[in-house]
């Protein structure tokens, strides 16, 4: 079974600082993907990465994808209230399921 | 994007009645997913779907069972509700190779 471990679980920042969270797997992944969920609603796809070493940027948001393929990052550039949410990193193992990580509950104070 | 919603969003039930939610899409995606969400573990795949009648177990299966007779429609039947399968349930479908994917806005299920 593949574990992807997400860190930390929770965090409290106040608006206009710098964040980043982790996720790592046990296990080589084929792809990775960074979701955003907020409270009584499904997670929404943020980004996508495949190929080891790529960074993708969406306006303050910036993904890493390791050049091992077994972690991935997300950094957040000046924080805003809007921000605050369950980030949660899904990988793909080569098949058509995803493993989701546990999740980083991110809030952020005005 | 693709129409997918849930029914119900809300149901509470009693231990040893049977359930069903279901999850219908708009659009002829070939690959829907039950999942649930529970505090401290995540999203878990319950089954899944890559085609009318085929179907194929997730990691927490047990106690739950799925049909798809039609592309649109996939149900989710837990056949004795127990109160461990006290959850929020999600649905989700996916584009393809390489995409994501797109979520119901969820069942909150209680069993009592």
């Known amino acids: 079974t593949q574990l992807l471990e997400q860190s930390p679980q929770f965090l409290s920042i106040q608006e206009g600082e710098n964040l980043t969270v982790y996720c790592n797997s046990s296990s080589v992944f084929s792809s990775l993907q960074w979701y955003r969920q907020e409270p009584g609603e499904g997670p929404v796809l943020l980004v996508t990465v495949v190929t080891g070493g790529e960074v993708k940027k969406l306006k303050r948001l910036t993904f890493q994808f390791g050049d091992a393929r077994k972690d991935s990052s997300l950094h957040i550039t000046a924080a805003q209230p809007g921000d605050t949410g369950l980030y949660l990193c899904?990988?793909?193992?080569?098949?058509?399921?995803?493993?989701f990580g546990t999740g980083t509950r991110l809030t952020i104070i005005p | 994007d693709a129409g997918i919603t849930q029914s119900p969003r809300h149901k509470v039930t009693e231990t040893g009645t049977p359930v069903t939610l279901r999850c219908h899409q708009t659009?002829?995606?070939?690959?829907m997913y039950w999942y649930r969400q529970d505090p401290g573990h995540g999203l878990r795949l319950i089954h899944y779907s890559y085609g009318v009648k085929d179907t194929d177990k997730g990691e927490v299966s047990d106690g739950y069972s799925v049909s798809r007779s039609k592309t649109e429609d996939f149900l989710l039947t837990l056949e004795s509700a127990t109160s461990s399968q006290t959850s929020v349930y999600f649905c989700a479908i996916k584009y393809g190779v390489d995409y994501g994917y797109t979520f119901g806005s969820g069942t909150r299920l209680t069993v009592v």
């Open positions: 899904a990988a793909g193992f080569g098949n058509e399921k995803l493993t």
């Open positions: 659009e002829n995606h070939r690959y």
